[in-house]
């Protein structure tokens, strides 16, 4: 009877006929909804756990009468009824047009860097040098929230964000957006998205900006390289691919630092591989330039409040406003924030990884007594303790002293 009845509808021409249809059908079908609501809620079922279906989903075996109807009538021709039929009961496309979002989700092109989870460098603003993290806030909330994000917005747009966030010329002049494309480049090495090349050439002015004051040499087809093994070393092994028996082959060749591997040409490149008996596939496609950079440029850095490497002293003294209120504190453009006298509490330094029961207390001496002070040091900062507590330079920077303290202020607080 009912096949009867969507025949009679689909061949339906008349509008009064087809209305009178419509009204009898959606009557028909409001009351016997409401029948089987009555029904089914009287009758005791147990009830189930929750799943992990969304709450307004119906179950999978439940009967949907009104939307069988609609997609017999859909195959028989009866679209005007069909159309009124969903807008009035409020039917979900049928699933034939409406594709699973799993589904969809499975199609999603791998190489698309906006639909694959970034890279953890590539949210990392302040990689970029001139960009603190209040910066990387501001820019954020303009809807800059990645390397990648900086590198292609347009240059109206990024001239408009600079001015909204008075940033002045800085951009500009620290050439931000030329610096997250190059970094953007090793980020997309090391994820895959593309084959970084070793480039030609380095320029000769970059090695002796990098390498000042440390004892290496030219060598003529490695690059520069320690002639005895420095007293600073960085772990290779952090790069993902070098073994330890890889790592201790470039410490034979003076090669110990992420820098000198992060400053690789092709021809370099070359020599090493042959020295060492490997693929040059094995160093490209391992992204080892890339991975040696960023890890040097995440490693060797002051704390991320800081824009520059040097800040001037007026900048100390806003630092020192963040800081509870007491005499016994001060602002000092060496030292950073530093304590006069000891206050009734101070924290255990040695929980640092790095500072011992001797290094700890030439600290409390100088005047730092909180986590939250080494966590606020500036490149400025890290050399003049460097000196005054006559460490290995780079030291505070391998054994990751502002990043500890700075875990450690979370944990510990004023």
């Not at 001139?130 to 900086?150: M, S, Y």
């Not at 790069?239 to 470039?250: F, H, Q, R, T």
């Not at 900048?315 to 006069?340: C, H, K, M, S, W």
């Amino acid at each position: 009877m009912l096949d009867d009845v969507i025949s009679r509808l689909a061949n339906c021409q008349s509008p009064i006929c087809l209305g009178w249809h419509a009204a009898m059908v959606t009557g028909g079908l409001t009351f016997g909804l409401w029948l089987a609501h009555e029904f089914w809620g009287r009758v005791s079922v147990p009830p189930k756990r929750p799943t992990d279906s969304t709450p307004d989903q119906a179950p999978a075996d439940a009967p949907d009468l009104a939307g069988n109807l609609v997609e017999r009538l859909s195959s028989s021709g009866g679209g005007p009824l069909k159309n009124y039929l969903r807008e009035t009961l409020a039917l979900p496309e049928s699933p034939v047009h409406q594709k699973p979002i799993a589904r969809l989700a499975s199609k999603r092109p791998a190489d698309d860097g906006r639909l694959l989870a970034p890279f953890p460098y590539e949210c990392d603003l302040t990689l970029v040098r001139g960009i603190n993290q209040a910066i990387a806030r501001g820019l954020k909330e303009e809807g800059i929230g990645a390397l990648r994000d900086l590198a292609n917005c347009p240059k109206g747009k990024w001239r408009d964000i600079t001015g909204l966030l008075l940033l002045g010329e800085l951009p500009f002049r620290e050439r931000w957006q030329d610096q997250a494309r190059e970094l953007i480049r090793h980020v997309d090495a090391i994820s895959g998205r593309m084959r970084l090349p070793a480039p030609r050439v380095i320029a000769p002015e970059l090695i002796g900006e990098w390498f000042t004051g440390e004892r290496v040499v030219a060598h003529a087809s490695l690059g520069p390289v320690f002639d005895a093994e420095p007293a600073l070393v960085d772990r290779l092994t952090e790069v993902e691919g070098i073994s330890k028996e890889i790592a201790l082959a470039l410490g034979n060749l003076g090669i110990w630092r992420f820098k000198q591997l992060g400053l690789w040409t092709a021809g370099q490149v070359e020599e090493v591989s042959r020295r060492l008996n490997i693929s040059t596939a094995t160093i490209e496609e391992g992204a080892w330039i890339s991975r040696s950079m960023l890890r040097h440029l995440d490693s060797y850095r002051g704390s991320r409040i800081w824009a520059e490497s040097s800040p001037e002293a007026w900048q100390y003294e806003e630092l020192l406003n963040q800081y509870p209120v007491t005499d016994f504190i001060q602002a000092d453009p060496r030292y950073g924030i530093v304590y006069r006298e000891t206050p009734t509490s101070a924290d255990n330094l040695t929980q640092i990884r790095g500072v011992d029961g001797v290094t700890a207390e030439s600290l409390r001496r100088a005047g730092v007594q909180r986590f939250r002070q080494i966590a606020d040091w500036s490149e400025a900062n890290v050399d003049a303790f460097t000196s005054r507590l006559n460490l290995v330079p780079g030291r505070i920077y391998t054994e990751r002293w502002i990043p500890q303290a700075n875990d450690l202020c979370d944990r510990w607080t004023d």
